[in-house]
C-alpha cells in the first residue's frame, strides 16, 4: 500500500461504506419477517428469531472480519460482492427453506428458517466494520478513536436505513423487490470500492473475484424475480394481493367449493360463496342473535372488520356500525370482492390508539381480531377491555370472538380470556361456535348487567341455538392478562401450529411463500 487510506478523500469512502453497510443490516433484519411471517405468522417467536439471528450473525461477522482484515488490506470489496449476491437470492431460496422447516413446528421452524435464508449475508456485513477499522487506523494510537467513529457511522447508517425502510420504501415496494434492489445496491457499491482499493491501495487481486460476483448475480435476476409467484390454477384462483405494512394480503376463490377467502398471511379473516356471497363463518352466526339480546340496540362497534359481514348483517336489523380495522389493503379487498358497504364510520388504524379517540357511546362492540394467526396480545388486557367498557352504554354488550382448543373447560388461553374478562366485566357468558369439534371458535358475551337466555321476549330458536353451545370455563387454570404481563401466546402455541397446518391443507403452501 503506497498511500494511507487516512488521507484518502478524508477517509470518506470508508465511512460512506459503514454507513451504507449499516442501513443494509436493518433493511435486511426488518424485512426478513415480511417474508416468514406469511408462512410462519408475525408472532413474538419471528419477532425473536430474527432479531437472534441477527445478533449471531453479526458477532460471527465481527470476528471473522477482523481476522481477515489482519491478513489482508485488501478484500473489503469482495466481502460486499459475497454479502450483495446472498442477499439478492434471498426471495430466491425463501420457498425451498420455509418447506424444508415446515415440519419442525412455528418455534424451531421459524427459527432455522430465519438463520439459513438471513444469516449467511448478516456474517458478510458484519465483516465490513473490522475491516475498515483496520484501513483507518493509521497508528496503534488511534485505534480507539478510529474504532468508535467507524461504528458510530455504521450505527447512524442503520438508524437511518430503519426509518427510510419504515416511513418510506416499505409502503411503496414490496419486500421482494427491496431485496433485489439491496443485492444489487451493494453489487455497485463493492463496485466503487473494488475501484477505490485498484486506485488508491494499488490492489488488484480482488477486481476479478468481485466483477465475477456481480456477473453472477445478474444473470440470476431473472429466475430470482419470477421465483415463489403464485399462480392460479383449476382449483384456486388468486383475485388479489396486496403486500401492506401488517401482512400479506389475499383473496382466494376456490370455484369448485363455491368458496371465496379472505387471508391475511396464513390466517383466514372472511369466508364467503362466490355465488352469493353470504358468510360461511360459522362463528358470526351469533351476531344474528344479539339485537334480540338488547332490542334497543342502535350503534355498534365492529374492531376487525375484516370481509365485513358482521356490520353487513347488523345493517338488516337496523343498526349502524362503525367499523375499525388496521389494515387499509383489507378493507379495500372487503369493499371490491366481498360487497362490504360501511353503515357508519370507517375507521383505519391500531385498535389500542383509536378507540382512546371514540366518544361511544356504543351498544355493541365486537371484538374480532383474535384468528388462528398470530396473537394482537395487546388487544386483550385489562387496560384494553377497561377502555372498551367505557365506551359502552349501561345495557351494552361486549362480544369477543377467540380462536382455541376447548379441552373440556381446561384450555389456560380460554381460562386466561375469562378471567381477564371478570376483571372488568361483572358478568359472561360463553359460547361455542361448533359444539361437535374441540378446535373452535368461542364468543365471549361480556356486560354490565345480567343476560338472562330465558326471557321470555327472547325467541325460542335463538334460545335453543344458544343453550347448545353454552360451555363452562374453568377461570382457575387460566390468569389474567395486562399491559405488564401477558401470556396468551405461549398459551396459544398449539393453536398457531394447529390453525396453520389447517390453512396450508386447505390451499396448499404456494399460497403462504412470499
Not at 372488520?305 to 338488516?316: D, F, P, S, V, Y
Request: with cysteine; hydrophobic share 50%; proline share 4%.
Amino acid at each position: 500500500m503506497n498511500q494511507s487510506p487516512s488521507n484518502i478523500l478524508g477517509k470518506a469512502w470508508l465511512y460512506c461504506t459503514v454507513f451504507l453497510t449499516g442501513a443494509a443490516v436493518m433493511v435486511i433484519e426488518l424485512l426478513g419477517t415480511r417474508l416468514i411471517a406469511p408462512f410462519y405468522g408475525a408472532s413474538l417467536y419471528v419477532w425473536t428469531s430474527l432479531i437472534s439471528v441477527t445478533l449471531i450473525a453479526l458477532a460471527l461477522g465481527y470476528y471473522w472480519g477482523g481476522i481477515w482484515a489482519d491478513r489482508t488490506k485488501s478484500g473489503l470489496s469482495l466481502i460486499i460482492a459475497i454479502a450483495g449476491l446472498l442477499t439478492i437470492i434471498i426471495p430466491w431460496l425463501t420457498g425451498p427453506v420455509l418447506l424444508a422447516t415446515d415440519p419442525l413446528g412455528l418455534r424451531l421452524g421459524s427459527f432455522l428458517s430465519t438463520l439459513i435464508l438471513f444469516s449467511p449475508s448478516l456474517i458478510m456485513l458484519g465483516m465490513v466494520g473490522p475491516f475498515a477499522v483496520k484501513l483507518s487506523t493509521a497508528t496503534l494510537a488511534k485505534v480507539g478513536a478510529s474504532k468508535g467513529s467507524i461504528y458510530a457511522v455504521s450505527t447512524v447508517g442503520s438508524v437511518i436505513g430503519t426509518l427510510f425502510l419504515g416511513f418510506y420504501l416499505f409502503p411503496l415496494i414490496g419486500s421482494r423487490e427491496i431485496f433485489i434492489g439491496l443485492g444489487a445496491a451493494l453489487f455497485l457499491l463493492a463496485i466503487v470500492v473494488a475501484y477505490i482499493e485498484h486506485r488508491y491501495l494499488k490492489s488488484t487481486k480482488t477486481i476479478v473475484p468481485t466483477v465475477l460476483l456481480v456477473i453472477i448475480g445478474i444473470g440470476l435476476y431473472p429466475q430470482i424475480a419470477n421465483s415463489n409467484q403464485a399462480e392460479s390454477n383449476e382449483f384456486f384462483q388468486t383475485r388479489f394481493e396486496r403486500e401492506s405494512l401488517y401482512g400479506w394480503v389475499r383473496v382466494i376463490d376456490k370455484p369448485e367449493e363455491n368458496i371465496r377467502l379472505l387471508t391475511v398471511d396464513a390466517s383466514t379473516i372472511g369466508a364467503a360463496s362466490i355465488s352469493h356471497g353470504e358468510n360461511l363463518l360459522a362463528y358470526q352466526k351469533i351476531v344474528t342473535l344479539l339485537p334480540a339480546l338488547a332490542p334497543k340496540m342502535k350503534h355498534a362497534l365492529l374492531i376487525g372488520q375484516g370481509a365485513g359481514h358482521m356490520a353487513m348483517t347488523l345493517k338488516e336489523y337496523g343498526i349502524v356500525t362503525d367499523t375499525l380495522e388496521i389494515d387499509p389493503a383489507v378493507a379495500e379487498a372487503a369493499i371490491k370482492f366481498f360487497g362490504f358497504v360501511p353503515t357508519g364510520k370507517t375507521i383505519i388504524g391500531d385498535a389500542r390508539y383509536k378507540i382512546r379517540q371514540l366518544k361511544g357511546p356504543y351498544d355493541l362492540i365486537i371484538l374480532d381480531v383474535f384468528t388462528g394467526g398470530s396473537e394482537p396480545t395487546h388487544l386483550l388486557t385489562v387496560e384494553a377491555l377497561a377502555q372498551l367498557q367505557g365506551l359502552l352504554t349501561d345495557q351494552g354488550i361486549l362480544a369477543l370472538n377467540f380462536v382455541s382448543f376447548l379441552d373440556n373447560g381446561q384450555n389456560a388461553a380460554l381460562a386466561s380470556v375469562a378471567k381477564t374478562l371478570a376483571q372488568v366485566f361483572p358478568h359472561q357468558q360463553v359460547f361455542i361456535a361448533d359444539p361437535d369439534s374441540d378446535f373452535n371458535d368461542f364468543i365471549f358475551l361480556a356486560t354490565n348487567h345480567a343476560v338472562n337466555l330465558n326471557d321470555e321476549s327472547f325467541p325460542d330458536s335463538h334460545r335453543t341455538w344458544l343453550k347448545q353451545r353454552l360451555v363452562n370455563i374453568d377461570q382457575s387454570q387460566g390468569m389474567a392478562l395486562t399491559d405488564n404481563l401477558s401470556s396468551l401466546e405461549r398459551l396459544q402455541i398449539r393453536k398457531s401450529e394447529h390453525y396453520r397446518r389447517m390453512i396450508i391443507d386447505l390451499v396448499g403452501t404456494s399460497h403462504f411463500i412470499r
